[in-house]
């Protein structure tokens, strides 16, 4: 029997109440970790950072907030103005897809696909088109080269990246993350991460850079590039690349919590309390990466990933097969 459009059961009702609910926690989420990243960035400085609105800073956030949805959207002359607006929405819209197969919880399944690993992974590849269309679309040098830097800096961690996945998945033998997560338990040394470290690692790495965050933030290096892609966005436009930054940061956490941490697995707490646990542990450990580690130059970034990184996941690529096989 077909379940009713109305009851909880029906796929296409689930998949709208779990976009409402990634809407509201992206935008929550992005209100705690500009505090959070703040605060951070303040110790690591020697700073109290924000402190004066609110309660230790808590409604700086909101302020900020308020400002740039009052600020005007402003498109430069020359620009193309499709482009230039259907970039910022094609930085939002995508990496909110990614977070319905994400295992927050065994009974928490807004979309569990059986490729739930592969949409993901489609899915956030489209961000650097984006970057893309914001480089080119705006009609500034600065933003176009950030725009031909994002490029080369994608597809130059995708290759690893993809590797440090492939190893998890054999291991599993699945790429549902529900699966993935199932297989392992509760307790660290039954993790992917503590069984394989180095594509734990390597994934740690390429998530940091598919992300554009610092050390790997050339795209938009305000040293050298003004903003990079963003340039001439203000408002909301900017808004929206600030907000996707921030989503993909918790996508890419969650994967990793997910494929290499147990997901939910462990004691005595309810699994979505593990699940969110690691994944703001794994974010942590990129905010304070960007304020303690200088930008790398543009040719160490691809040395890292073609001379180091692509050969060490595809040797541990190798290895996991050899030891699978033997297993089976």
Not at 41 to 62: D, E, F, K, S, T
Not at 155 to 173: D, F, H, K, N, R
């Amino acid at each position: 029997m077909t379940p009713d459009l109305m009851s909880f059961d029906h796929p296409l009702t689930r998949l709208v109440v779990g976009l409402l609910c990634v809407f509201a926690f992206v935008g929550l989420n992005g209100l705690v970790l500009v505090w959070v990243e703040r605060k951070v960035a303040g110790h690591v400085q020697l700073r109290p950072g924000p402190l004066h609105v609110g309660p230790y800073g808590l409604l700086q956030p909101i302020v900020d907030a308020v400002k740039l949805i009052g600020k005007q959207l402003a498109m430069p002359a020359g620009a193309d103005k499709y482009l230039y607006w259907a970039a910022p929405l094609l930085a939002f819209a995508p990496v909110t897809v990614c977070f319905l197969p994400l295992p927050f919880d065994p009974a928490l399944a807004p979309m569990r696909l059986n490729t739930g690993l592969v949409l993901i992974l489609a899915f956030s590849g489209l961000g650097v088109l984006s970057l893309i269309l914001a480089g080119w679309g705006s009609n500034n040098k600065w933003g176009l080269l950030g725009a031909a830097r994002s490029v080369a800096q994608s597809v130059a961690y995708e290759v690893p990246l993809l590797l440090s996945v492939m190893a998890v998945a054999l291991t599993a033998g699945s790429l549902d993350l529900y699966e993935i997560t199932t297989q392992q338990g509760a307790w660290p040394w039954q993790w992917y991460g503590v069984k394989n470290p180095l594509a734990f690692f390597i994934f740690l790495v390429c998530a940091v850079a598919e992300t554009n965050r610092a050390p790997f933030d050339l795209p938009e290096a305000e040293s050298e590039l003004t903003a990079g892609f963003h340039t001439e966005y203000s408002g909301m436009g900017f808004g929206l690349f600030f907000l996707a930054e921030y989503a993909s940061m918790i996508v890419v956490s969650g994967v990793a919590a997910a494929l290499f941490l147990g997901g939910w697995q462990g004691p005595f707490l309810p699994g979505i309390l593990w699940f969110l646990v690691k994944v703001y542990a794994i974010l942590l450990l990129m905010i304070w990466m960007r304020w303690t580690y200088p930008r790398v130059r543009f040719d160490q970034l691809l040395n890292l990933s073609w001379k180091w990184l692509t050969p060490l996941a595809l040797i541990d690529l190798v290895l996991v097969v050899i030891v699978a096989g033997f297993g089976g």
